[in-house]
């Protein structure tokens, strides 16, 4: 999964790319509206995945993902190409971007995908995450977006594990033993995003105090 993070980032000019022809259609659209577009997306995928016992509705919550990434791409890019990139809009798209995640995984933590232990502790490392990389730019360094659990990378995640786990739900074989736990799918990333998250937290810190001394 760290290749992942590695993937996106010498692919994010080409995503830049494909972006861009959107936007431009997209100049009469208020940035912010895209910004609460991007977020009832995410509280959309949240229910569903509460209520995802089928694999049917996992596929819907998928797409709400996909929509919120979208979304949430390009409301930044409207706002530049607009001219009305704000640090009202800023603070905004990042305000609804943690709501945003407490929802989605709030959803998985709280429905039949993962049981609450391990959706909390996914929970506790991305806001932690979140947290290090906004907390970088309030003492006066640069916003720091680096590490293994960056939201771009979970958002890929969130889109890519849950149609396994789709597939898997159709043939019934959603659960694994896996250091002789029994866990589903899910579950594994769940606990990913507990782990990575806190690495990621530790990094930004660790980079953060670097540049303050």
């Known amino acids: 999964m760290l290749g992942v993070q590695m993937v996106l980032n010498n692919y994010r000019e080409t995503g830049d790319i494909l972006l861009l022809p959107i936007a431009r259609k997209m100049k009469n659209v208020s940035p912010d509206t895209l910004s609460w577009v991007a977020f009832a997306s995410a509280v959309s995928a949240g229910v569903l995945f509460f209520f995802s016992d089928r694999p049917s509705i996992v596929l819907m919550a998928v797409l709400m ?4 990434a979208l979304f949430d791409a390009l409301d930044g890019k409207v706002a530049k190409l607009t001219g009305k990139d704000s640090l009202r ?13 407490i929802f989605i995984i709030g959803g998985i933590a709280l429905g039949p995908l993962s049981r609450l232990s391990i959706g909390f ?51 019934n074989k959603s659960e694994f033993i896996i250091f002789g736990l029994n866990l589903n799918i899910m579950e594994v990333l769940m606990i990913w995003f507990a782990i ?5 937290a530790l990094h930004r810190g660790m980079m953060t105090w670097k540049k303050l001394s």
């Open 65 to 68: 993902i996909f929509m919120n």
């Open 89 to 101: 809009g800023d603070f905004l798209d990042h305000s609804l971007d943690r709501y945003a995640d």
């Open 121 to 171: 502790l996914a929970i506790l490392g991305i806001l932690m995450t979140s947290y290090m990389g906004t907390q970088a730019q309030a003492v006066g360094v640069e916003r720091d977006y680096g590490g293994m659990a960056g939201r771009a990378d979970r958002l890929v995640l969130l889109i890519i594990i849950p149609l396994l786990h789709a597939i898997a739900m159709w043939v």
């Open 196 to 200: 990575a998250g806190h690495m990621t």
